[in-house]
T-cell receptor, first 113, second 119 residues
Framework: GENVEQHPSTLSVQEGDSAVIKCTYSDSASNYFPWYKQELGKRPQLIIDIRSNVGEKKDQRIAVTLNKTAKHFSLHITETQPEDSAVYFCAADDSFGNEKLTFGTGTRLTIIP | NAGVTQTPKFRILKIGQSMTLQCTQDMNHNYMYWYRQDPGMGLKLIYYSVGAGITDKGEVPNGYNVSRSTTEDFPLRLELAAPSQTSVYFC??????????????????FGPGTRLTVL
């Protein structure tokens, strides 16, 4: 089955700077790569996703890049703000025979004012 | 739409007790999932369902059971609670189309979670 690794596990960034979180996956047939944000004590919520036919996707200050050859994808947050502080999870679909997502272990992002 | 709802929000069980965590979605989603999240950890899949009457094991199914008699409901049953089952449990749902090997996934919507403590 799919294996997703996520780095770093913790990240501290000065307010206004950029943050990058990276994930690698093992199943070359994976096609869907979402990113979820989980604020303290809250439920995970989707912030952006990308499919395998696209190399990059942007939504305001958030962008995701995908390199299918290298089997890795990254989340980029620019002009970070205090409300970006949260735990971020990447995930990849398990395409053949398993209709589910495999999640990374999470990155705790702290924005320093 | 209420989205995905879970009950109860909190529960304390004694070792060996049983309980059912309820999950309901009103978005007519075909896929439903149960995850557990241990403190400071990621999401581990317990069970999932691709439609009414169909369930399958995830990564950590031992000690749990599920059923999916309707599209809306996906209860999770703990038969003999153990301290290792202390965790936050999230139910999620999504609408995905296609068949195995060619599935178009869409956003998973999560419920608010159930915080379970087994003492």
């Amino acid at each position: 089955g799919e294996n997703v690794e996520q780095h770093p596990s913790t990240l501290s960034v000065q307010e206004g700077d950029s943050a990058v979180i990276k994930c690698t996956y093992s199943d070359s047939a994976s096609n869907y790569f979402p990113w979820y944000k989980q604020e303290l004590g809250k439920r995970p919520q989707l912030i952006i996703d990308i499919r395998s036919n696209v190399g990059e996707k942007k939504d305001q200050r958030i962008a995701v890049t995908l390199n299918k050859t290298a089997k890795h994808f990254s989340l980029h947050i620019t002009e970070t703000q205090p409300e970006d502080s949260a735990v971020y999870f990447c995930a990849a679909d398990d395409s053949f025979g398993n209709e589910k997502l495999t999640f990374g272990t999470g990155t705790r992002l702290t924005i320093i004012p | 739409n209420a989205g995905v709802t879970q009950t109860p929000k909190f529960r304390i069980l004694k070792i060996g007790q049983s309980m059912t965590l309820q999950c309901t979605q009103d978005m007519n989603h075909n896929y439903m999932y149960w995850y557990r999240q241990d403190p400071g950890m990621g999401l581990k899949l317990i069970y999932y369902s691709v439609g009414a009457g169909i369930t399958d094991k995830g990564e950590v199914p031992n000690g749990y059971n599920v059923s999916r008699s309707t599209t809306e409901d996906f209860p999770l049953r703990l038969e003999l609670a153990a301290p290792s089952q202390t965790s936050v449990y999230f139910c999620a749902s999504s609408y995905s189309v296609g068949t195995s090997g060619s599935i178009r996934y869409n956003e998973q919507f999560f419920g608010p979670g159930t915080r379970l403590t087994v003492l």
